[in-house]
T-cell receptor, first 111, second 115 residues
Framework: QKEVEQNSGPLSVPEGAIASLNCTYSDRGSQSFFWYRQYSGKSPELIMFIYSNGDKEDGRFTAQLNKASQYVSLLIRDSQPSDSATYLCAVRSMGRRALTFGSGTRLQVQP | NAGVTQTPKFQVLKTGQSMTLQCAQDMNHNSMYWYRQDPGMGLRLIYYSASEGTTDKGEVPNGYNVSRLNKREFSLRLESAAPSQTSVYFC??????????????FGQGTRLTVV
């Protein structure tokens, strides 16, 4: 079992719809969770992080964390074609000095 | 503000050749990392340096060596390149490896092909 799992996709949504990206993790000691966006051929860039159970909103993006079920999700409202990218979930676990990344979900927003 | 700078951006090596990937950050971060990214595998940690003068192995260290030259620079060396090391390499830095919410900033990547 991978430490951080994501569906590779592609997840295809129409422009203006809500895109829902999910991530599960295996280490119950995980403390903080990050969502990165990576355009093709580019480096990952941080969208947001969350460390408390519940929702965290930033503009069109909402991160949701459920530690009991060991999953974290990212919702993108009013999806735009420019949101088309691979979304990487990253987890920081207690005792680990580096982030552990999932393999990413490719999102395609259809105009 | 350059952030994290990697060189070179592209490189083709023959099997058995050696090379060093350079990384420098200007954010005064303590921690630096080298990841490789392969299709379907996500980012996998090769080595990291929690602070100047220290280095530790990550998930896939075999075939690589690193040097934390000073607080700014962290290099990755391939002593004898193999086709399995064909990948995209990313250097990253964080303010503090212990920080719960400190994000990692990434360089632009090095696309390495070993033939």
């Amino acid at each position: 079992q991978k430490e951080v799992e994501q569906n590779s996709g592609p997840l295809s949504v129409p422009e203006g719809a809500i895109a829902s990206l999910n991530c599960t993790y295996s280490d119950r000691g995980s403390q903080s969770f990050f969502w990165y966006r990576q355009y093709s051929g580019k480096s990952p860039e941080l969208i947001m992080f969350i460390y408390s159970n519940g929702d965290k909103e930033d503009g069109r993006f909402t991160a949701q964390l459920n530690k009991a079920s060991q999953y974290v999700s990212l919702l993108i409202r009013d999806s735009q074609p420019s949101d088309s990218a691979t979304y990487l979930c990253a987890v920081r676990s207690m005792g680990r000095r580096a982030l552990t990344f999932g393999s990413g979900t490719r999102l395609q927003v259809q105009p | 503000n350059a952030g994290v700078t990697q060189t070179p951006k592209f490189q083709v090596l023959k099997t058995g050749q050696s090379m060093t990937l350079q990384c420098a950050q200007d954010m005064n971060h303590n921690s630096m990392y080298w990841y490789r990214q392969d299709p379907g595998m996500g980012l996998r940690l090769i080595y990291y340096s929690a602070s100047e003068g220290t280095t530790d192995k990550g998930e896939v260290p075999n075939g690589y060596n690193v040097s934390r030259l000073n607080k700014r620079e962290f290099s990755l060396r391939l002593e004898s390149a193999a086709p399995s090391q064909t990948s995209v390499y990313f250097c990253a830095s964080r303010r503090d490896s212990r920080g719960m919410n400190t994000e990692a900033f990434f360089g632009q990547g090095t696309r390495l092909t070993v033939v």
